[in-house]
């Protein structure tokens, strides 16, 4: 299977975005959501999970993002198989030039994103070489971004369909049958780098 290292810092943007910029005055919700991310003209849909700081997101694979373990997995469901990448918050941070809190954002207003009052921000990010002003909704309740959109426009993601508790632990497992793939040597600081 080839792995995009542009492609997977898109997928774990939201991921990065999620974790990073929690407000810290509520405790994070637990929750569930149908994500819509588009990228260029492409959509994709899938569904997210989120249980405190874990997280999991399904689509043409599953990523289990594993902060307490310093590890995310990524399973390919039609090969019974799943990769393991070391990782950090920080080293997602620093790849993607995150702000490392709010204080770095410029709030913009408040509005109402899919039922949920949010904070609005602007911010700027770097992937893929480029500086990017990115606009985020922060809900408030969730603690967590619900929807991200670039200023060009080209990049958007958001949580649709939030439904809060009823996720359960063991989203956040390898399921059993699962073999693991070797990662090639250096590929996950290739991908944080990117």
């Known amino acids: 299977m080839k792995w995009s290292g542009g492609r997977l810092i898109r997928v774990f943007a939201a991921v990065a975005l999620a974790w990073l910029l929690g407000t810290g005055v509520v405790p994070a919700a637990d929750f569930s959501a149908e994500v819509i991310t588009k990228s260029d003209s492409q959509e994709t849909r899938g569904k997210v999970f989120f249980q405190g700081d874990k997280m999991r997101q399904e689509g043409e694979t599953i990523n289990i993002a594993r902060p307490d373990r310093r590890v995310m997995w990524m399973l390919v469901p039609s090969m019974k198989m799943v990769m393991e990448v070391p990782f950090s918050l920080s080293d997602l941070g620093q790849a993607m030039a995150l702000p490392k809190d709010q204080s770095q954002m410029k709030l913009l207003g408040a509005e109402k994103v899919n039922g949920?009052?949010?904070?609005k921000f602007e911010t700027t990010m770097k992937a893929n070489g480029r500086t990017v002003k990115m606009f985020l909704w922060v809900a408030k309740k969730l603690d967590k971004p619900i929807k991200m959109v670039s200023e060009d426009g080209k990049f958007s993601m958001e949580y649709r369909e939030i439904k809060e508790g009823g996720v359960s632990a063991d989203l956040f497992e390898?399921?059993?049958?699962?073999q693991k793939m070797t990662m090639p040597q250096g590929l996950s600081q290739g991908l944080m780098r990117k």
């Open 174 to 178: 390898i399921p059993a049958g699962y």
């Open 116 to 119: 949920y009052e949010t904070e």
